[in-house]
């Protein structure tokens, strides 16, 4: 992972502070932490969708009020959305199937209170960021920024409904320690971004130090190695575009933690690992 490729995919007028983001059938879907829309990206004529998912659906919603969806991930053709927990608010998952477009919520406060309950985490420090489903578990990945937080990773068994936390201690930029914004699963190997940002809140932003990507063993969790990407961006999602017998290519998507509602896509090229 010493070398890599970071360049500008493309950019999209009409969404901002981008937090999550997969690649399905050409198309990019993405969710905005401030923002009630799925929002549905063609790579091929650059057109735009925003896909309801609640009846009220808004952008730019005040802080205290949104649902702030952190993660999305793909699993037996429907995108799961998750909100970061971090307030009562934000204990919400939305399914999104894509074969006919339907739409279910579901609370998720009593699941993300055992996680919370398992390392004896504060309400508001629970900060869901990434999620990885497979059939038997769920893999919550937890940005431990705030002052007592834990950086880590959840599982989170769907038939026995036991949880396990395995802590993740990542590299420092600038002094502050970077902490998970995003993961995905390819093969045997789990690819995440993290971010440093000068905060001790889950809640509140701060300056940002930089984003590292790096991998994580699927089978025994652990650390294989990681790399600084930038010393300016935060980046908060990421989504497997291409995969080679030497390369893989991701995109990326950052939360610039502003109201304009223009987002810049990039590709991150590695060698394969």
């Not at 649902?67 to 998750?82: H, Q």
């Not at 950086?151 to 930029?173: C, R």
């Amino acid at each position: 992972m010493e070398k890599f490729q970071l360049s500008a995919f493309t950019t999209i007028k009409g969404i901002g502070a981008t937090s999550g983001i997969v690649f399905q059938d050409n198309s990019l879907f993405i969710v905005s932490d401030n923002s009630t829309f799925l929002y549905q990206y063609n790579i091929n004529d650059k057109t735009l969708k925003k896909l309801k998912l609640f009846e009220n659906s808004q952008e730019n919603i005040a802080k205290k009020d949104k649902a702030d969806f952190e993660a999305i991930t793909l699993f037996d053709n429907k995108l799961y959305l998750f909100g970061s927990g971090s307030t009562k608010k934000r204990d919400v998952r939305v399914t999104f199937t894509l074969e006919n477009k339907e739409v279910k919520e579901k609370s998720l406060a009593k699941i993300y209170k055992r996680l919370r309950d398992t390392i004896s985490l504060a309400e508001d420090e629970l900060n869901i960021e990434g999620a990885i489903i497979t059939k038997t578990i769920i893999y919550y990945f937890q940005r431990g920024n705030g002052v007592n937080a834990q950086n880590g990773v959840f599982s989170y068994d769907k038939k026995n409904k036991t949880v396990e936390f395995v802590l993740t201690t990542l590299p420092k930029i600038n002094k502050i320690e970077a902490t998970f914004t995003d993961a995905i699963l390819i093969d045997e190997t789990i690819y995440f971004l993290a971010a440093a940002e000068n905060t001790s809140s889950t809640y509140d932003d701060g300056e940002v130090m930089g984003s590292i990507i790096g991998t994580i063993d699927f089978k025994t969790m652990k650390l294989k190695n990681y790399i600084q990407i930038s010393d300016k961006h935060k980046f908060e999602g990421l989504t497997l575009y291409k995969k080679t017998a030497t390369e893989i290519e991701l995109l990326l998507c950052e939360d610039n933690d502003s109201e304009e509602l223009v987002s810049t896509i990039y590709k991150l090229v590695l060698k394969n690992q």
